[in-house]
């Protein structure tokens, strides 16, 4: 499902970066809806009570699309699950590399 005419997909999840907010570091996963890795990444921190900010790759229009892939390409990403926690990286899925960083707050 799309929001509106700027053809941003709606996402499941915590609300978008953009307030001062207290509390664990923000979470933004991007995704695929046929991933499974991805659905073991949300999993993950739906588990320990945060709610991430998921964005579906495959349901985001072509803008949206290209400003991801270049995202990815930018930080060495090859696939999905992209996760960002805070202002770090993980590409793919990595509990440890999570935890160490929700950790670190």
Not at 35 to 45: D, H, M, S
Request: proline share 9%.
């Amino acid at each position: 499902m799309f929001g509106g005419r700027l053809g941003i997909p709606l996402v499941s999840g915590g609300k978008h970066p953009g307030g001062v907010t207290a509390g664990p570091p923000i979470v933004t996963i991007y995704s695929l809806t046929t991933c499974g890795w991805c659905a073991k990444a949300k999993g993950f921190f739906r588990e320990r009570g945060i709610n991430p900010f998921v964005i579906e790759y495959d349901m985001a229009g072509p803008e949206l699309q290209a400003k991801i892939s270049a995202e990815l390409r930018e930080h060495g990403a090859r696939g999905f699950p992209f996760v960002k926690i805070g202002a770090h990286v993980v590409p793919g899925y990595a509990p440890e590399d999570y935890e160490r960083l929700l950790k670190a707050g």
